[in-house]
């Protein structure tokens, strides 16, 4: 294979399950002289596993692979929107969640009957609940005019954690600035030492909730790109959030910018 100092080795972690067969291929890399690894009495091959059958570190349940951001989930869970509109009825509702650094991990989209809408997400992954940050409903009147926004409650947060909290970013301090000149937004973003991977941003009204999410790839430390909104979401949007993050410094907290 090209390795003449290493060897690879292909681990097959057979899971059979009532409804499917799945085999998770697990590859390790040994050096020159380098025993290979066994797995413990629970089946695990890697450190801080809580479960059975397992490759890779921290993960967390049976039958996964990776490290604990990483790791293959294959549950689901059952989300549901309620939203009320006071005072008239919309012609349409969007429903989303957001991770920290405002990916977009699911959306219910409805046109509206009534005053109180409901939407409901049967079957999302659990990485929607595991990674959600930020919940947002938009409004809609004539169907793409947006004439309301407001964050969404989380009303069954789960189980606070026996695991110690996070570390803080890792990134470190990021600065810069935001103007607005009709029709664009203007953002300057400065990361310090070197470029970051990806930097996001979102749009926040008043009352926070997320009206417009991006993302850009800077070429430089210091970075200026433009952004533009729909005339229905500009009286809406009353500051914006900056979020950096490197393959190598991990994410950074968000930079709140105001024109």
């Given at each position: 294979?090209?390795?003449?100092?290493?060897?690879?080795?292909?681990?097959?972690?057979?899971?059979?399950?009532?409804?499917?067969?799945?085999?998770?291929?697990?590859?390790?890399?040994?050096?020159?002289?380098?025993?290979?690894?066994?797995?413990?009495?629970?089946?695990?091959?890697?450190?801080?596993?809580?479960?059975?059958?397992?490759f890779g570190t921290k993960n967390v349940g049976d039958d996964n692979i990776g490290t604990v951001e990483f790791t293959i989930v294959d549950s689901s869970v059952d989300v549901t929107f309620v939203v009320t509109a006071v005072g008239y009825i919309p012609s349409g509702i969007r429903c989303s969640l957001y991770s920290a650094n405002f990916t977009l991990l699911t959306y219910g989209a409805v046109a509206a009957s009534s005053m109180v809408t409901t939407i409901n997400n049967n079957?999302?992954?659990?990485?929607?609940?595991?990674?959600?940050?930020?919940?947002?409903?938009?409004?809609?009147?004539?169907?793409?005019?947006?004439?309301?926004?407001?964050?969404?409650?989380?009303?069954?947060?789960?189980?606070?954690?026996?695991?110690?909290?996070?570390?803080?970013?890792?990134?470190?301090?990021?600065?810069?600035s935001i103007t607005y000149s009709t029709p664009r937004f203007t953002f300057t973003v400065s990361t310090g030492v070197s470029a970051a991977d990806t930097l996001y941003y979102a749009f926040f009204s008043a009352n926070g909730g997320l009206v417009e999410s991006g993302s850009e790839t800077p070429d430089s430390a210091d970075y200026t790109w433009t952004s533009s909104l729909h005339p229905s979401q500009l009286p809406f949007v009353a500051y914006a959030q900056v979020v950096a993050e490197s393959s190598t410094r991990g994410l950074s907290s968000a930079l709140t910018l105001n024109w």
């Open positions: 294979m090209g390795l003449p100092t290493s060897a690879v080795r292909l681990n097959p972690l057979g899971i059979v399950t009532p409804r499917s067969t799945e085999i998770i291929v697990a590859v390790e890399c040994l050096k020159a002289g380098q025993k290979a690894c066994t797995a413990d009495s629970n089946g695990n091959i890697g450190s801080g596993n809580k479960g059975k059958n397992n079957g999302e992954m659990d990485y929607v609940f595991l990674y959600y940050s930020i919940g947002s409903v938009l409004a809609f009147i004539n169907r793409e005019d947006l004439n309301d926004v407001a964050p969404l409650t989380l009303l069954n947060p789960p189980s606070p954690s026996s695991d110690p909290p996070p570390p803080p970013p890792s990134f470190g301090t990021i600065t810069g």
